[in-house]
């Protein structure tokens, strides 16, 4: 059954423990693989083996389903962020331990979603909660990064603690490169967070660092 008191068109085509979760699962291969435009909701309920009509009992428009696949990319690291800002940690580990989980969740998800970050769709009020949550990230990075410079007692250039969230999302073109056919396209969540810190004026080994932020997400994650 669908959830909505209708029978399925086709057997269970999709992961997920409920008609909405297919939906997403199925609107966010299309959408990252056809296009949002060239997606229609009859194309997502043939791709779940659902009705059109069962699609709308969760759904109400196809913006719907963006804006619940585009907010799942920003709340759990929002979620995070704001936990590891008040964890007291210091401020270096703070900074790479965003960077490693955010980076992390944008490699393994199962669809390249932040590639839809540039639609010009995500432009209007429609979606301003999505844009607001994302903002917010990015001034939770900023202020980490800021911290860690003044911890470090580095003398940053301008717009340089903006660099971290930049390169995390640097992963999204990795995975895009790699779909698209370069075979050396890597996206490592270690590597990026590293690499945050580099940039903030991190000059030493990062190993135990490393294990400092996989504590300190096991805490607030």
Sequence with gaps: MTGAGR???STKKRPGDTAREEILDASAELFTTRGFTNTSTRVIADAVGLRQ?????HFATKD???DALLSGTVDAPLAVAQRI???????ATQMY?????DAGQLGASTWNLGALY???????E???TFRDHRYTLMGLYAAIASDTVAELGATPRPG?????????ETVVNARADLENGRPDALADAAAIAEAALRVLGWSADVSELHDTARALLAKVD
């Excluded at 009509?53 to 009992?57: E, I, K, P």
């Excluded at 331990?97 to 989980?101: G, Q």
């Excluded at 540039?118 to 209007?124: A, K």
């Design 7 to 9: 029978p399925r068109l």
């Design 97 to 101: 331990a965003l960077a490693y989980f």
């Design 64 to 66: 719907d389903i963006l």
């Design 118 to 124: 540039l639609l010009p769709e995500l432009r209007s």
């Design 160 to 168: 340089t603690v903006d660099l971290p969230f930049r390169l995390v």
């Design 85 to 91: 800002r008040q964890s007291g940690a210091e401020a």
């Design 126 to 128: 429609r979606f301003e």
């Design 53 to 57: 009509a069962s699609l709308y009992h």
